[in-house]
């Protein structure tokens, strides 16, 4: 049986990542998946180096701190959205932009889950035109198209892959989370 993953990918700044980390921990922590923070996007350091772990440790959680670990020597792996299970090392903006219909986010309520939930905020597939003038419709479309995802604190418990790729502008935050599992790393 192949271990199941969460990889948080860095997105805005510093408090954002960090309230999207305590949230991602609780999504790990009640799907049992193993943990990668990766904030090798550029925004803190040089991009293609992961600096998250070079500030902060994580604590009492089960995590990696590689994405090497994770894709080199597997098999083809499961992988959402798939377009990031081809390009894993891909940074967010890379890959995607936030895209959201204003009409439709205050009509769908915010404790929908899974697919619809796109409807509220999504992350567009980057090399898709964006039309101003249609946002609606293509909010809509978005529920279809498998390589455009909702905001991390969106997603359902049960999703059958084995590497969930999870990003977020600022979800719930979780107090007592962030205090157990998150630690900043102190110089020896």
Same mark, same amino acid.
């Not at 070079?54 to 499961?78: A, M, P, R, V």
């Not at 990031?84 to 889950?113: M, R, T």
């Not at 909702?150 to 962030?178: A, I």
């Given at each position: 049986?192949?271990?199941? %993953?969460?990889?948080?990918?860095?997105?805005?700044?510093?408090?954002? +990542?960090?309230?999207?980390?305590? !949230?991602?921990?609780?999504?790990?922590?009640?799907?049992? +998946? &193993?943990?990668?923070?990766?904030?090798?996007?550029?925004?803190?350091?040089?991009?293609?180096?992961?600096?998250?772990?070079?500030?902060? *440790?994580?604590?009492?959680?089960? %995590?990696?701190? =590689? &994405?090497?670990?994770?894709?080199?020597?597997?098999?083809?792996?499961? *992988?959402?959205?798939?377009?990031?299970?081809? =390009?894993?090392?891909?940074?967010?903006?890379?890959?995607?932009?936030?895209?959201?219909?204003?009409?439709?986010? %205050?009509?769908?309520?915010?404790?929908?889950?899974? =697919?619809?939930?796109?409807?509220?905020? *999504?992350?567009?597939?980057?090399?898709?035109?964006? !039309?101003?003038? *249609?946002?609606?419709?293509?909010?809509?479309?978005?529920?279809? $198209?498998?390589?455009?995802?909702?905001?991390?604190?969106?997603?359902?418990?049960?999703?059958?892959?084995?590497?969930?790729?999870?990003?977020?502008?600022?979800?719930?935050?979780?107090?007592?989370?962030? +205090?157990? %599992?998150?630690?900043? $790393?102190?110089?020896?």
């Amino acid at each position: 049986m192949t271990d199941k %993953h969460l990889i948080v990918k860095g997105g805005a700044g510093l408090g954002n +990542r960090l309230i999207t980390l305590s !949230n991602a921990i609780e999504y790990a922590k009640k799907t049992s +998946r &193993i943990l990668l923070v990766d904030w090798s996007d550029g925004q803190f350091g040089v991009k293609g180096k992961n600096v998250f772990y070079d500030y902060f *440790c994580l604590n009492q959680i089960n %995590h990696t701190e =590689s &994405i090497d670990s994770i894709f080199t020597g597997k098999t083809k792996l499961k *992988c959402y959205p798939p377009v990031w299970g081809e =390009s894993p090392f891909d940074s967010l903006y890379d890959l995607y932009v936030y895209y959201n219909s204003n009409y439709l986010q %205050h009509i769908i309520p915010a404790n929908v889950k899974g =697919s619809i939930s796109k409807l509220r905020g *999504c992350w567009r597939q980057k090399d898709i035109p964006d !039309n101003k003038n *249609c946002r609606d419709w293509q909010a809509l479309i978005s529920v279809f $198209k498998r390589n455009d995802i909702t905001l991390g604190s969106m997603y359902r418990r049960k999703m059958n892959y084995d590497v969930v790729f999870f990003v977020d502008f600022c979800p719930k935050f979780y107090t007592e989370t962030f +205090r157990k %599992h998150i630690t900043i $790393k102190t110089t020896s």
